[in-house]
């Protein structure tokens, strides 16, 4: 079945890493996606990763993707206060065109 | 380039009436995908088209359509309006179906009262 299982909150300290973690049941994911909303904004797509790599890196945010476990990360180096947000995780299913499934998306709470 | 555009961006409508909202995708981009999300569902996908035709659909009432014309600018109608359809609707696009990028609106509010 499609589901994707994220944990509700995260709290760090300015300056320290952030690690927020996703898990999907679908083993036919093609991309999986990390999504950033704002305050009554829509989607920003910070970045992605296609399901037969590993690892991808860009400035602040690196994504770490386990297929055997089906488990992704993301991390955000150096957090900064304007990096409060509600983050989600998505991924898209072969063969089923622009549809994505969603994680319930983790809050990110950045503290001076 | 500018990027996805949806109007308008907040509704406010009454019980049973019906509403229309519209998206325009990033220029390029043919493939307009429709999501809505509420603080108790999350983010549901509603459809996909591409070219003019449904590629996709998700599991809402059939008072959910939608369609696309052929410079790929989408609308999505609801009709009948319930209380619980008040929500963020957000319409995203991308070059083409299954792509690696797709790029989302601003979105449209709806208060169903």
């Known amino acids: 079945g499609e589901d994707v299982e994220q944990s509700l909150f995260l709290s760090v300290r300015e300056g320290d890493s952030s690690v927020i973690n996703c898990t999907y049941t679908d083993s036919s994911s093609t991309y999986l996606y990390w999504y950033k909303q704002e305050p009554g904004a829509g989607l920003q797509l910070l970045t992605y990763i296609f399901s037969n790599m590993d690892m991808k890196q860009d400035q602040r945010l690196t994504v770490l993707l386990n297929k055997k476990d089906k488990h992704l990360s993301l991390r955000i180096a150096d957090t900064q206060t304007g990096d409060s947000a509600i983050y989600f995780c998505a991924e898209s299913i072969d063969n089923q065109g622009g549809k994505l499934i969603f994680g319930q998306g983790t809050e990110l709470s950045v503290k001076p | ?113």
């Open chain 2, 1 to 113: 380039k500018a990027g996805v555009t949806q109007t308008p961006r907040y509704l406010i409508k009454t019980r049973g009436q019906q509403v229309t909202l519209s998206c325009s995708p990033i220029s390029g981009h043919r493939s307009v995908s429709w999501y809505q999300q509420t603080p108790g569902q999350g983010l549901q996908f509603l459809f996909e088209y591409f070219s003019e035709t449904q590629r996709n659909k998700g599991n809402f009432p059939g008072r959910f359509s939608g369609r696309q014309f052929s410079n790929s600018r989408s609308e999505m109608n609801v009709s009948t309006l319930e209380l619980g359809d008040s929500a963020l609707y957000l319409c995203a696009s991308s070059f083409l179906a299954n792509q690696e990028t797709q790029y989302f609106g601003p979105g449209t509010r709806l208060l169903v009262l």
